[in-house]
T-cell receptor, first 112, second 116 residues
Framework: NAGVTQTPKFRVLKTGQSMTLLCAQD?????MYWYRQDPGMGLRLIHY???????AKGEVPDGYNVSRLKKQNFLLGLESAAPSQTSVYFC???????????FGPGTRLLVL | AQSVTQLDSHVSVSEGTPVLLRCNYS??????LFWYVQHPNKGLQLLLK??????LVKGINGFEAEFKKSETSFHLTKPSAHMSDAAEYFC??????????????FGQGTRLTINP
């Protein structure tokens, strides 16, 4: 049981490039979340999903897209990366809406 | 709207002395509140959570927090600091989304430094 895993761990992009971050969970959780963490700001919710095929916007969705084609995977896409998207990205999942969220180890992204 | 304010961005204590990390919350309904800890270059770990049962909540590693509705506070304490407690601590309140998901709203974080 690996819990929540994130791929890649670290990535450097040039402005305008695209990439996809993968979050995977093996706990059969229904809900999945993507957050970004910036210095002095805590974590902010980007997008979330309440089940396979259903996603919704969080607090800071601009510049990101997501997909949940399989229950165990939640993908975060950057179509055209900008330096403002330099951040640490965390994924989380939970079985029900009331349970504690389990966090992945994070992906550090640097956009030059 | 639900929000949290961590009153100190940085707290420094000596090893063996008490720790107090302060958090005030704002919520239009009875909230769920959490404290998470993040060690350097690590993910987030749940310390404890309050979900309207006992107002004094005990967590891992000797930490506890008291929910005080009259003061809208949820301060985190530990009687005796250990060097391994040095980390960033986040106070978190929940917000329900239209789709029923539990959205976490994070405070800005408090960096705890332990002096030998």
């Amino acid at each position: 049981n690996a819990g929540v895993t994130q791929t890649p761990k670290f990535r450097v992009l040039k402005t305008g490039q695209s990439m996809t971050l993968l979050c995977a969970q093996d706990m059969n959780h229904e809900y999945m979340y993507w957050y970004r963490q910036d210095p002095g700001m805590g974590l902010r919710l980007i997008h979330y999903s309440v089940g396979e095929g259903t996603t919704a916007k969080g607090e800071v969705p601009d510049g990101y897209n997501v997909s949940r084609l399989k229950k165990q995977n939640f993908l975060l896409g950057l179509e055209s990366a900008a330096p403002s998207q330099t951040s640490v990205y965390f994924c989380a999942s939970t079985r029900t809406s009331q349970e504690t969220q389990y966090f992945g180890p994070g992906t550090r992204l640097l956009v030059l | 709207a639900q929000s949290v304010t961590q009153l100190d961005s940085h707290v420094s204590v000596s090893e063996g002395t008490p720790v107090l990390l302060r958090c005030n919350y704002s919520s239009s309904y009875s909230p769920s509140l959490f404290w998470y800890v993040q060690h350097p270059n690590k993910g987030l770990q749940l310390l404890l959570k309050y979900t309207s049962a006992a107002t004094l909540v005990k967590g891992i590693n000797g930490f506890e927090a008291e929910f005080k509705k009259s003061e809208t506070s949820f301060h985190l304490t530990k009687p005796s600091a250990h060097m391994s407690d040095a980390a960033e601590y986040f106070c978190v309140v929940t917000r329900l989304s239209l789709l029923g998901a539990q959205k976490l709203v994070f405070g800005q974080g408090t960096r705890l430094t332990i002096n030998p």
